[in-house]
């Protein structure tokens, strides 16, 4: 189980709009401090000093439909730590990263500055010069309604050398609503120019701006338009311009809500919701923040070995968005995969997983075990879209 996270206790339609502001008290609405920012396609105020302004509560209603929203989890490696990312893989839960040359690296840092405070998703281009883009297929289950809505797309992104960034929303027709969603990009171009995209995928609107050094609050307001039932809509923010090496891009508080920013804000999601979104694609037995193939027995799955082929039940905690996620299994003592510890014998024992579906997954080992022998070992599921 996510112990850790019990532990800690919580922790082609419209143009591009503007929104900044302080929310006091316990509220910590998507709102985000001042900024100033430029140019741009898409209804973009060109030159427009954001100022702050004052956030009714009550408007704080709409649902965020995005996972992860601030960044609070990444489940497949050690947050804090600067971790290269596989391309078209996830980084921080529920965001995948692609990019145009190797290699983009991933790390959580804390900032606690005012109506900024928690955690920002910094994004660092290594080994050579290029564009890249980070983006977040959405849940079909939530997007299905969203037939020629309104919504916005807001997120601040903090930079440390003014850059082209665009910021958009795409399509996905693939298959069923849990499909994997393959590399978007088939062509980067030039600064400044929309990438082309891989067949299967479709630009729904998207604008470009110079974005300054410093923290900056965009919203990309836009009608979704007719989509199919199985097309996933995805969230992107893209390097429009080349990135050089060691430069990253920051990004907090992000959030994807039904309703215009003039309208609506996307209230945050409690930590019981954040997680249970975050366990829908990747759940593990580790705390949430180690990564899996820690040898450690914290949070370890242990059952009493009844047979020699005794089964070991794992119920998901959140129903997984696949019929058929990926199953890893870990030995608690090494942290290799493919064994579970007998820790009454002191031996490995090698161990296969079948996934159950509703059921859960099953652990069985694949050879002779002693009966009544304590077993121990770690799981990681992950179903990420």
């Given at each position: ?273 954040d997680v249970a979104r975050c366990e829908r694609m990747i759940e593990k037995s580790f705390d949430m923040d180690t990564i899996p193939g820690t040898a450690t027995l914290v949070g370890v799955e242990n059952y009493n070995n009844v047979g ?78």
């Amino acid at each position: 189980m996510a112990r850790g996270f019990r532990a800690k206790g919580g922790g082609g339609g419209g143009g591009g709009g503007v929104l900044a502001g302080n929310v006091s008290g316990p509220l910590l609405a998507n709102v985000i401090n001042p900024g100033v920012v430029t140019g741009g396609a898409g209804g973009m105020l060109a030159n427009a000093t954001v100022t702050e302004q004052n956030v009714n509560a009550s408007l704080l209603t709409a649902e965020n439909l995005l996972t992860n929203p601030w960044f609070n989890w990444a489940q497949l490696q050690t947050p804090g730590t600067l971790t290269t990312i596989p391309d078209n893989q996830v980084g921080p839960d529920g965001w995948k990263v692609t990019r145009e040359n190797a290699d983009v690296q991933y790390q959580r840092l804390v900032q606690s500055v005012g109506a900024t405070s928690g955690y920002l998703g910094v994004f660092k281009k290594i080994t050579a010069a290029g564009k890249f883009m980070v983006y977040q297929p959405l849940e079909s289950q939530l997007t299905l309604s969203l037939q020629n809505a309104t919504v916005t797309f807001t997120l601040s992104i903090r930079l440390g050398v003014a850059r082209l960034v665009r910021f958009a929303l795409f399509k996905y027709t693939g298959g069923a609503p849990n499909t994997v969603v393959p590399a978007p990009v088939s062509a980067w171009n030039g600064a400044g120019v929309i990438p082309t995209l891989n067949a299967g995928f479709t630009f729904i609107n998207s604008f470009s701006a110079l974005v300054a050094v410093g923290n900056s609050a965009y919203n990309l307001v836009v009608n979704t338009g007719t989509f199919g039932a199985n097309d996933i809509l995805c969230v992107a923010v893209i390097a429009d311009e080349q990135f050089a090496v060691n430069e990253t891009m920051g990004l907090f508080q992000t959030s994807f809500c039904v309703g215009s920013a003039g309208q609506f804000i996307a209230r945050p999601l409690t930590p019981t919701e954040d997680v249970a979104r975050c366990e829908r694609m990747i759940e593990k037995s580790f705390d949430m923040d180690t990564i899996p193939g820690t040898a450690t027995l914290v949070g370890v799955e242990n059952y009493n070995n009844v047979g020699t082929a005794a089964l070991r039940g794992i119920k998901y905690r959140q129903r997984k968005l696949f019929d058929g996620p990926v199953i890893t299994l870990y030995n608690p003592n090494s942290g290799a995969t493919g064994s579970w510890r007998d820790t009454t014998g002191g031996v490995d024992v090698a161990v296969v997983s079948q996934n159950g579906g509703e059921a859960g997954v099953a652990v069985a080992p694949t050879g002779l075990t002693t009966p009544n022998n304590q077993m121990a070992g770690h799981y990681l599921i992950n179903g990420s879209l």
